[in-house]
């Protein structure tokens, strides 16, 4: 395939994405998250999945976004992200129901008790980061 043959379904993803330029604005990052968990709804089952050779692409302008504004808080432990994470997105402990109790999720923030790996997709999954960023 020539790259003038690429350059028009390039050009239909770049229209619909921007990906040829770092994201804009905090709408265009909210775009390329619903991007990616749409590929993952769509096609999560399926990892050979030519679209997610294009998620990468996305998860990558993602992190670049990311470092710059809304960088981790430094040597975060798993309590001390989740901390961070509801603070950010206005929470109490009786917003995480899916994570446990507030008595849970009390000792978690405080760490005398460690994410086991059913917490960690939950909050992945509403905070929109990594299950690695939970890891200690």
Same mark, same amino acid.
């Given at each position: ?11 239909? @993803? ?5 990906? =040829?330029? *770092?994201?804009? &604005?905090? $709408?265009?990052?909210?775009? #390329? /998250? !619903? ?26 302008? @993602? ?5 710059? =504004?809304? *960088?981790?808080? &430094?040597? $975060?432990?798993?309590?001390? #992200? /989740? !901390? ?53």
């Amino acid at each position: 395939m020539s790259v003038i043959e690429l350059l028009e379904p390039w050009a239909a @993803i770049n229209a619909a994405l921007g990906l =040829a330029a *770092p994201i804009r &604005d905090e $709408a265009h990052y909210a775009e #390329l /998250l !619903a991007f990616v968990d749409e590929a993952f709804e769509r096609f999560g089952s399926d990892d050979a999945h030519p679209i997610f050779g294009l998620v990468s692409v996305v998860a990558d302008r @993602i992190r670049e976004y990311e470092d710059k =504004a809304h *960088p981790w808080p &430094d040597a $975060a432990t798993p309590g001390s #992200l /989740l !901390a961070y994470l509801m603070t950010e997105h206005g929470l109490r402990q009786a917003d995480l129901p899916e994570v446990g109790t507030q008595s849970v999720i009390s000792e978690i923030i405080a760490g005398k008790r460690a994410l086991n790996l059913r917490q960690v997709k939950s909050l992945a999954k509403r905070f929109h980061v990594p299950m690695d960023a939970f890891a200690v």
